[in-house]
């Protein structure tokens, strides 16, 4: 979205979190935005 490579954990979930944005499927976005909120936690 921001037109580099990610370089951090937090360029990936905002990566992640911006892809969910694209989907029309709700279901689908929640998916996405519950795995971006583990990596998260995970590099926490």
Request: glycine share 4%; net charge neutral.
């Amino acid at each position: 979205e921001e037109g580099r490579k990610p370089e951090s954990v937090f360029d990936f979930v905002q990566g992640i979190t911006a892809l969910a944005r694209t989907k029309a499927n709700q279901d689908t976005r929640l998916d996405l935005e519950e795995k971006a909120r583990r990596l998260m936690e995970r590099a926490s």
